[in-house]
């Protein structure tokens, strides 16, 4: 009898373990492949669009659209906004744009639009007149809000002067001048030559023909605007409407 062999094993490994490379194991392991290469170009799209978008001219400026300017020109606005070209868009400090263009004194509000794919909108509205105050340097422009916010060398034409010594919206007889003009009926308007206060009680208003009228303050001002147009039927040069339940001609 023959001795058994020692130190080779001869167990085989039973048929169901094996991992056969089958046509289908290799079919769903190439879909697998193909999903994890998509997902992979995917974000690497994603990452190079991100970059290109926030960090490249790609989505640059190109293009400083002003819209609303009468007095200023476009380019004047263009430079008080100082953005830069070729910045991205996306990127831009809308709030600092607006900013640096609402500290032009002329210019009363601002917004600001980002257009794709390279266009900054900037839309302005200048301030208007109501008033002009002369004064050693020139004749000062006042707005509705009271402020002082540009200097004529002449007056305006068709704007009333106003007769302050110091044109200020925190001053009372400014506030009290531009609350009377903002408020008077547009039948009166034409009529008005200048209007002036020392303070804020004591508004006159001086109407084409001589006619002045104490106003006093601009408390209630359309009903005293109301009595103005009766009175103004009468003959007279003074018309005293600062108590209007009493107002007499004269």
């Known amino acids: 009898m023959s001795a058994p062999v020692r130190g080779r094993s001869t167990r085989v490994r039973p048929a169901s373990n094996r991992r056969p490379k089958s046509a289908e194991y290799r079919a769903r392991r190439r879909i697998i492949l193909r999903r994890r290469l998509v997902a992979l170009?995917?974000?690497?799209?994603?990452?190079?669009l991100t970059y290109s978008v926030f960090f490249t001219p790609l989505l640059g400026v190109r293009h400083v659209?002003?819209?609303g300017s009468v007095v200023l020109t476009e380019d004047e606005v263009r430079r008080?906004?100082?953005?830069?070209?070729?910045?991205?868009?996306?990127?831009?400090?809308?709030?600092?744009?607006?900013?640096?263009?609402?500290?032009?004194?002329?210019?009363?509000?601002?917004?600001?639009?980002?257009?794709?794919?390279?266009?900054?909108?900037?839309?302005?509205?200048?301030?208007?007149?109501?008033?002009?105050?002369?004064?050693p340097d020139g004749f000062h422009l006042v707005d509705s809000t009271g402020k002082d916010y540009a200097v004529l060398p002449t007056a305006a034409p068709g704007v009333p002067e106003?007769?302050?010594?110091?044109?200020?919206?925190?001053?009372?007889?400014?506030?009290?001048?531009?609350?009377?003009?903002?408020?008077?009926?547009?039948?009166?308007?034409?009529?008005?030559?200048?209007?002036?206060?020392?303070?804020g009680a004591d508004v006159k208003v001086t109407l084409s023909g001589n006619r002045v009228v104490k106003w006093g303050?601009?408390?209630?001002?359309?009903?005293?605007?109301?009595?103005?147009?009766?009175?103004?039927?009468?003959?007279g040069t003074t018309y005293d409407v600062s108590s209007p339940d009493l107002a007499t001609v004269s």
């Open 41 to 48: 170009l995917t974000l690497l799209s994603i990452i190079g």
């Open 65 to 67: 659209d002003v819209h």
């Open 80 to 135: 008080a906004a100082a953005i830069e070209p070729g910045s991205p868009l996306v990127r831009l400090d809308l709030v600092g744009i607006r900013e640096r263009v609402a500290a032009v004194p002329r210019i009363a509000s601002i917004e600001v639009e980002r257009q794709l794919p390279g266009t900054v909108r900037l839309l302005i509205t200048e301030r208007v007149p109501i008033g002009s105050v002369k004064l």
């Open 162 to 199: 106003l007769v302050l010594a110091a044109p200020s919206s925190a001053d009372p007889a400014t506030r009290a001048v531009v609350g009377v003009l903002n408020e008077l009926p547009e039948k009166l308007r034409p009529d008005v030559v200048s209007v002036a206060a020392t303070s």
């Open 217 to 235: 303050s601009s408390d209630d001002t359309p009903r005293k605007a109301a009595v103005l147009l009766v009175l103004l039927s009468r003959p």
